[in-house]
């Protein structure tokens, strides 16, 4: 991350968002308790076209911002024509837990709080979580000004299955950690959406083929809705030998789960792998038995048979 720069305010006065009619946004009204709500707005994830005139009203009308950047949300600001009567703070990753009591207490005393990150939705993989999760318990209105997302973008260009897909985020950034988080989505039917960063990718993708195969479907998307967007499609193997090349900018890996299989040799195989690895045998086969469609009582029964043989 950017070193950030210190707490800074722009011109006061707010402006339309947009020429012509106002927009009106309907987050910035005022709470039925009359206190502030929390706004998680979703700024571009590349390029600035892509935002929203709701973002841009509520960017212009929030009483305080508290962005990832303030340096980097002054020039979005600024690309997106947009002057800000609020209150420009710092809010990231190592002030979040320390400053959220200090947004608290203006979202108490009626005022707004509009929550940008850098890129995307505020909360997933970045600053946001502390400030919803402390508004929740204090009976505060949370909303959300939808945009981009780099994980749906991801998704979508990826050529991969999407109808069902869960989002890991950021793995361990140690090998053996990583390795191990890896084996357990070995059985993971559904696609999975990962980000990484630059100069973790080659040994990020060589993990994913040792671990969930090297020949499973995969691709790696870097730089999206930018000039230099680039999406790469291949078996983990065949992106792992192209790493170098693609390890530049922002990057999100897709890969395809696991194709269910009924067999139940392999089903048994995946039970004892999660035994060995300390799950219990009931948990062990519920679970397998869900990803594989196996019967789950025969499954079980197998499972006891298979231990008392050894």
Partial sequence: M???SEDSSLDTGAQE???????????????????????????????????SDNLKAVLAGAEVIAAEDTRR?????????????????????QNEASRTPELVAELEAGSNVVVATDAGMPSVSDPGYRLVQAAVEQGLEVTCVPGPSAVLTALAVSGLPVDRFCFEGFLPRQGGPRRR????????????????????????????????????????????????EQVARGSL???????????????????????????????????QQRIAQGEKLSAAVAEVAQLTGANRKQLYQ???DAKGTR
């Fill in 237 to 271: 193997a065949e992106l792992a030998e192209r790493a170098e090349e693609l390890a530049r900018g922002e990057i999100c890996v897709v890969v395809q789960g696991r194709e269910q299989t009924t067999d139940a040799t392999d089903a048994l195989a995946l039970v």
């Fill in 2 to 4: 950017d070193q950030h």
């Fill in 302 to 304: 197998a499972a006891l």
């Fill in 181 to 228: 988080r890896l084996a357990e989505l070995a059985a993971e039917p559904r696609t999975m959406v990962f980000f990484e960063a630059p100069h973790r990718l080659a040994d990020f993708l060589t993990d994913c083929a040792a671990e969930l195969g090297a020949d499973r479907p995969a691709a790696v998307c870097r730089e999206l809705t930018k000039p230099h």
């Fill in 73 to 93: 949300l002054v020039t979005l600001l600024r690309r997106l024509g947009v002057r800000s009567r609020g209150r420009i703070i710092s809010y990231f990753d």
């Fill in 17 to 51: 968002a947009t020429e012509g009619t106002p927009v009106r946004a309907r987050q910035l009204e005022p709470g039925a308790d009359g206190r502030g709500r929390v706004v998680l707005a979703a700024t571009p994830i590349g390029s600035s076209l892509d935002a």
